[in-house]
């Protein structure tokens, strides 16, 4: 089944109260936390990421800055955040150039992605190609495909797709808001998907209590605790 990262985030944000999110869920079973690269401070980011290292969590930054500017920044702030992973961003180049040797997993979005909330635009053989093409490159460890955020097509065809195509770990990021959608995602071949949102909206079963949502979730992956 695949992997559950749970994002410290609503609407492409992260929440104003991340560090105190993180405190209900401690004792969950979760591997992997995350937030966004926008609605906290660095120092905000590096509390987190202390607090979840401290519990033996892997911490993700998910770049969602719309100027190249603003993810350059975001990206070169990773290590001071102490993050593990980096997911997302438009200018893959760019960001292998600045991480590597960081030891930090990089993991861009396949595809034409634009504005914020993010979407992903673009024919299916179009972004499958493009995953083939970045987890070929030297400094690019995975995929950041935002399915169900994409204007037309059927998200799990192009989870299909892209796992085939690409060779390194497909997260599956933005509006996975039930169980069942966890289990085609995981059907699909994705390495693991982020939830945010729909926990905060007491989407999903437990709800609005979030560490009980979280642990919803968990199960549904076979990680309950």
Not at 107 to 115: A, I, N, R
Not at 140 to 161: E, K, M, N, Q, T
Not at 169 to 192: K, T
Not at 208 to 224: I, M, W
Request: proline fraction near 4%.
């Amino acid at each position: 089944m695949p992997e559950f990262v749970f994002m410290l985030t609503h609407h492409d944000t992260t929440v104003a109260n991340a560090r105190q999110v993180y405190d209900e869920v401690r004792g969950t079973g979760l591997r992997y936390v995350g937030f966004k690269d926008v609605g906290a401070t660095i120092d905000e980011l590096a509390a987190v990421t202390g607090a979840a290292h401290a519990d033996g969590l892997q911490v993700m930054l998910e770049v969602v800055s719309t100027s190249e500017d603003d993810e350059v920044k975001s990206i070169s702030a990773a290590a001071d955040i102490g993050a593990d992973w980096v997911l997302g961003g438009t200018h893959p180049d760019r960001g292998r150039e600045i991480l590597s040797g960081t030891g930090i997993k990089y993991c861009p979005f396949p595809g034409m992605v634009e504005g914020h909330p993010s979407v992903l635009k673009g024919e299916i053989s179009e972004i499958a190609e493009d995953a083939r093409r970045l987890t070929a490159t030297k400094g690019i460890h995975g995929l950041d495909l935002l399915a169900y955020r994409h204007v037309s097509v059927d998200p799990l065809s192009l989870v299909r797709a892209v796992v085939e195509a690409a060779s390194g770990p497909v997260i599956v990021a933005g509006s996975v808001a039930s169980l069942d959608q966890i289990r085609a995602v995981g059907e699909a071949g994705a390495w693991g998907f982020t939830i945010g949102g729909a926990v905060f909206e007491g989407l999903l079963p437990g709800g609005p209590d979030v560490a009980r949502e979280v642990r919803a979730v968990l199960a549904a992956c076979g990680d309950s605790e």
